[in-house]
């Protein structure tokens, strides 16, 4: 079976209450790297996510009462069934997001550790005794405390890695008993449809996990329906924090942007931590929140590092993301190449230097290493999602901390060091959410709580992470 006949077998129209709802309008899915339409993808709208939201209020007893072994084996079928298609999946999302081939069997295979992950998580949603006698009124009560689904989950998914994040979403939220309404990014709903279908071939009761698309309107509708408890947005900062406002009292929890930054030590392993930049920088053609965007390096090393860095660039193969050798493809439309392309322009003219890059080929921007950007250029100061890399050098660890640290974003940052106490030092000082030594800030292990600060976002994606936000603490206390 191929990418196309994958989307072939799945049912006409959206996932919504007990069937697949026709839709009145389609919207064209296309391929980035050469804008080509790859299909026509069923388009929602408000009166469709309203029947998602009531579909799901009225399932959500069932889905909280389903039993741990039921809820444990729907996740490792649906597992099963993303290995038996992988390599379909992987041709898919080539195809909706233009990422390279490599990237895309890297998605797939970590949607598998985040399904079986969430499976064996069923087994440990446990609560806890309290002592209540710990005052006298309490003396001969027993106190224990469970943890209960929160309700009715919307989860909102970014265009970068659609099959994953929705995993991300869905799959804790049926390991807790929760019913979900997943919203993907309107570019690329498809591999998000698959996977929806996999979990009602599954067994889930079917108003148990629905998809809607649609635009700005439908996303708003959801986030403040009050039958909603949860609100789980993986996007921008910008969209983010309008949800956050928007959607109280809901709870939200939010994976935003960031601008990862790779600290390089004057003592660091300095071919090593060029790889890093190089590995880190350019993977999903940029487009990943936890690529390497800033580089800080001590200045004793700064000449010696960009020395190793220029001869990896070259290594960078560029072109059709359907190639095994391809690193780096189109973005993921028009606007975002011309966004990035304007940044770095403006970078260059505002006194940054081009040490490789800063063109385009077709569609296609070439890795791009910056270097002496100014602090407030965009390319520095936002997050640019493109295979961009800005370089800057400090005089110390403790100016490079405070550099990292002046960022609105805090998701991961990185520091390259031979000496233990100074990479302690760090990761007790940097203000993010994670902190990798002598790796790419851009690993992410999806068994692991994951999520950020400050602008990065609140709350802990993983599988046991996501499902202590999607649960409630109930006290129970029993007097015989």
């Not at 919504?16 to 296309?30: F, L």
């Not at 983010?240 to 004057?266: D, F, T, Y």
């Not at 010696?304 to 001869?311: F, K, N, Y």
């Not at 390319?379 to 050098?393: K, M, T």
Request: charged residues 20%.
């Amino acid at each position: 079976m191929s990418a196309r006949e994958l989307l072939g077998a799945l049912p006409a129209g959206l996932p919504i209450g007990a069937g697949w709802t026709t839709t009145a309008q389609t919207a064209p899915v296309r391929f980035p790297y050469d804008g080509s339409t790859v299909t026509q993808a069923p388009w929602g709208d408000t009166a469709d996510a309203e029947a998602a939201v009531e579909a799901a209020h009225e399932v959500a007893a069932e889905m909280a009462g389903l039993p741990g072994h039921r809820r444990r084996a729907i996740l490792t079928t649906v597992a099963a069934e993303v290995r038996a298609r992988a390599d379909d999946l992987a041709e898919l999302l080539v195809l909706e997001t233009g990422k390279p081939l490599v990237d895309c069997r890297v998605e797939v295979a970590r949607t598998l550790v985040t399904l079986e992950t969430a499976a064996e998580e069923v087994g440990h949603l446990t609560g806890e005794t309290v002592a209540l006698d710990m005052q006298p009124a309490g003396e001969g009560m027993l106190g224990f405390w469970v943890r209960r689904p929160v309700g009715v989950v919307v989860g909102i998914t970014g265009f970068n890695y659609p099959l994953l994040l929705a995993a991300h979403k869905v799959a804790p939220s049926v390991a807790a008993g929760c019913p979900v309404i997943v919203k993907p990014a309107p570019n690329t709903p498809l591999a998000t449809l698959v996977l929806i279908d996999l979990f009602r071939q599954a067994g889930c009761p079917a108003a148990g996990v629905q998809l809607v698309t649609g635009g700005v309107e439908v996303g708003k509708l959801l986030t403040t329906h009050p039958r909603v408890a949860a609100v789980s947005f993986t996007g921008s900062a910008q969209v983010g924090h309008q949800i956050a406002r928007a959607a109280a009292p809901r709870k939200v929890l939010l994976e935003l942007g960031s601008n990862a930054a790779l600290v390089v030590g004057r003592d660091a392993d300095l071919d090593r931590a060029a790889e890093a930049v190089v590995r880190g920088g350019f993977y999903a053609s940029g487009q990943a929140c936890i690529s390497v965007q800033r580089v800080i390096v001590e200045e004793p090393v700064r000449e010696a590092l960009l020395e190793r860095l220029e001869p990896l660039l070259k290594t960078v193969t560029t072109g059709d993301p359907r190639s095994a050798d391809t690193r780096v493809s189109a973005l993921v439309d028009e606007a975002s190449t011309e966004r990035v392309h304007s940044w770095v322009d403006r970078a260059v003219a505002a006194g940054a230097r081009c040490l490789a890059g800063g063109t385009a080929q077709g569609r296609v921007l070439q890795p791009t290493v910056l270097v002496d950007v100014p602090e407030d250029a965009e390319c520095w100061a936002e997050e640019i999602f493109g295979p961009v890399v800005c370089v800057r050098s400090v005089s110390d660890m403790d100016a490079a901390v405070e550099l990292v640290n002046r960022s609105r974003y805090g998701l991961q940052a990185a520091v390259f060091t031979r000496d233990l106490a100074v990479a302690l030092d760090v990761v007790r000082r940097l203000d993010v959410g994670g902190v990798l030594v002598n790796e790419v800030p851009g690993f992410r292990a999806d068994n692991m709580p994951y999520g950020g600060v400050k602008d990065s976002g609140i709350g802990r994606e993983g599988p046991r992470f996501a499902m202590e936000e999607l649960t409630v603490t109930k006290m129970v206390m029993i007097r015989p």
